[in-house]
C-alpha cells in the first residue's frame, strides 16, 4: 500500500503547472487533493513518472458570480461546496450533494476538479455536473476548451482530458430561486461509494401553479455515466407532484433505464432503488413548494 | 528526481529538516522518521481514519499525502493535544465515557474532532454521527463515543463561558 517512486513536481502558478503537463504527457498526473489518485498511487493502480501538485495553485480555488453562470474553481474544495452560504443559495442542488462526497476529513482536502476527472460512475460531482448542466473548462499550453459534462464524462473513469490538460474550472447554470432541489443517495456504509445517486431540480409553473414547468433528472450508479432522464423530465411537464404523479414517473424511469447485472448488486434491486428513490425525491422537491 | 529530497517540516510548532523520497506517505514519515507513533496507520486508502492529523488546522488523511508536499504547512498530531498529564476536554470526555477500547482508532477521531467541535461547537448527536463516519472503531460499536463527544462540547461550552 505504498505508491510507486515518482518524481515530485510543485508548480507556483497555472502556466509552469500546464509546462510540466506538456512536458511529461502520459507519465504525468495532476495532483488535487488526492482523495481520488491517493488511493489508486497507494494502490499501484496507477503509476505515473511524475506528479504534478496543484495545491499551490490558490487561483484555482474559487467561487465566482458571472450573472447567470456560477463558476468554481478547478481546485475548490468540498467542505466548501458543503458550507458556503452563496453555494446554498446559488446551488443549492450541488451543496446538498458536497456534503455528501466520502466523509468530513475527505472534504477538507478533495476538489472539484479532482472528482470530476476521477469520473467515478456513481460520485456525486459528476451526477450535479450532468443534471444542472455543468460546462468544463479545460486548459493546456494549447489553449483552452470548454466541454459539456456529458461530453466530458464519457465511460467509467474515462473522460475527454488530453494528456496535458486539466480542469480549471466548471460553469454552473445558476439555479433560480423559484427551484427546488433535491438529492439523495443510497450507499450501504455512510460515506461510502453509492449504489444509486439520485439529483432532481422542479419548477413550477407561476400560473398554473401546481403544474411542474422545468424538471431536471439525473440519475447516478445506474450506467457507466450519470444519466440525464428527458424523456422523464419531459412527461413530467404540466403535471403537479402528487403521491400518484410521482409513483408513475418513479415507474416510468425504473423501466427506463438498463443497470448493469452482477452478483453484488442484481439489476433488479438498482431499479427498485432507483424507483423508491425518485419517488421520494419528487415528494420533497415538490413539498418544499409550500414552505416558502 | 525519485530520489530523495531535503524538506523541512513544521509538526506541533516544531521545524523538522528531513531528508525523504517524494513517494514516502506523510503517515509513514511522522512515524519512522519523527517517532511520532501516535499517528495510526491502518488502510492506507483513506477510508478508515485512524492517520487522520491536522493540515494547517483541518482534518486530512496523513495516508494520502506525501511529506514532500508538505513544506509550507502546519501539522499538527495527537501528540500536541494534551497539555503534559491534562488531557484536552474531548480526552477526557472519552476516558470518562469509555470511548475506547484497543485504541487504535483514538488518535484519529481525536484529531477529527478537535477541529469538528473547535468549528461547530454545538452539534447534535446526528451531526456527530455524520462526521464519526469517517473514523472507523472495530470496538465500541460507536455509542460510547458519540456520548464523549457530546459531553465533550458541553464542557467546552461552559469552559468557554466561564
Given at each position: ?253 425504473a423501466?427506463?433505464?438498463?443497470p448493469?447485472e452482477?452478483?453484488?448488486v442484481p439489476a433488479a434491486y438498482r431499479r427498485e432503488l ?19 | ?162
Open positions: 500500500m505504498k505508491p510507486a517512486p515518482f518524481t515530485y513536481h510543485r508548480p507556483g502558478d497555472v502556466d509552469e503547472a500546464l509546462n510540466l503537463m506538456a512536458r511529461f504527457g502520459s507519465d504525468a498526473k495532476p495532483l488535487g487533493g488526492g482523495q481520488s489518485l491517493g488511493p489508486m498511487l497507494n494502490m499501484r493502480l496507477a503509476r505515473p513518472g511524475h506528479l504534478v501538485d496543484l495545491n499551490d495553485l490558490l487561483e484555482l480555488d474559487y467561487v465566482r458570480d458571472l450573472g447567470d453562470v456560477i463558476e468554481i474553481g478547478g481546485l475548490t474544495r468540498h467542505h466548501r461546496l458543503a458550507t458556503a452560504p452563496e453555494v446554498a443559495r446559488d446551488l443549492p442542488l450541488l451543496a446538498k450533494a458536497a456534503r455528501t462526497i466520502g466523509h468530513y476529513a475527505i472534504r477538507q482536502r478533495g476538489t472539484i476538479g479532482g472528482s470530476l476527472v476521477h469520473a467515478d460512475p456513481a460520485a456525486q460531482l459528476p451526477l450535479i455536473a450532468v443534471t444542472l448542466g455543468v460546462d468544463v473548462v479545460l486548459r493546456s499550453v494549447r489553449g483552452e476548451r470548454v466541454v459539456p459534462a456529458a461530453d466530458f464524462l464519457q465511460s467509467i473513469m474515462t473522460v475527454d482530458l488530453g494528456e496535458d490538460e486539466i480542469v480549471t474550472a466548471l460553469r454552473f447554470p445558476r439555479q433560480t430561486a423559484d427551484e427546488y432541489s433535491s438529492f439523495d443517495l443510497f450507499s450501504r456504509r455512510h460515506g461510502d461509494f453509492a449504489i444509486v445517486g439520485v439529483a432532481l431540480t422542479l419548477r413550477f409553473d407561476a400560473a398554473a401553479a401546481a403544474a411542474v414547468e422545468e424538471m431536471r433528472l439525473g440519475l447516478g450508479g445506474t450506467g457507466p455515466v450519470p444519466q440525464r432522464m428527458h424523456a422523464i423530465e419531459a412527461a413530467a411537464v404540466g403535471n403537479p407532484i402528487d403521491a400518484e404523479t410521482a409513483a408513475r414517473l418513479a415507474a416510468e424511469t423501466a427506463a433505464i438498463n448493469e452482477n452478483a453484488e432507483v424507483e423508491t428513490m425518485i419517488r421520494h425525491a419528487l415528494l420533497d422537491a415538490a413539498g418544499k413548494r409550500g414552505q416558502k | 528526481m525519485t530520489a530523495p529530497v531535503s524538506i523541512s517540516l513544521v509538526v506541533n510548532g516544531e521545524t523538522h529538516d528531513l531528508t525523504v523520497p517524494p513517494r514516502k506517505l506523510l503517515s509513514d514519515v511522522l512515524r519512522d522518521d519523527l517517532h511520532l507513533t501516535g499517528t495510526h496507520v491502518g488502510c492506507e486508502h483513506g477510508v478508515c481514519g485512524a492517520c487522520t492529523i491536522l493540515i494547517d488546522g483541518q482534518p486530512s488523511r496523513a495516508c494520502l499525502t506525501y511529506a514532500v508536499q508538505m513544506e509550507g504547512h502546519e501539522l499538527t498530531t495527537i501528540e500536541s493535544v494534551a497539555d503534559g498529564e491534562t488531557l484536552s476536554p474531548l480526552q477526557q470526555a472519552l476516558h470518562e465515557e469509555h470511548g475506547l477500547q484497543c485504541g487504535f482508532c483514538t488518535a484519529g477521531i481525536v484529531m477529527t474532532f478537535e477541529a469538528y467541535l473547535r468549528d461547530n461547537p454545538d452539534p447534535d448527536e446526528a451531526e456527530i454521527r455524520d462526521v464519526l463516519s469517517g473514523n472507523l472503531c472495530r470496538c465500541t460499536g460507536y455509542q460510547n463515543i458519540v456520548t464523549a463527544i457530546l459531553k465533550a462540547a458541553r464542557v467546552m461550552r461552559q469552559g468557554k463561558r466561564s
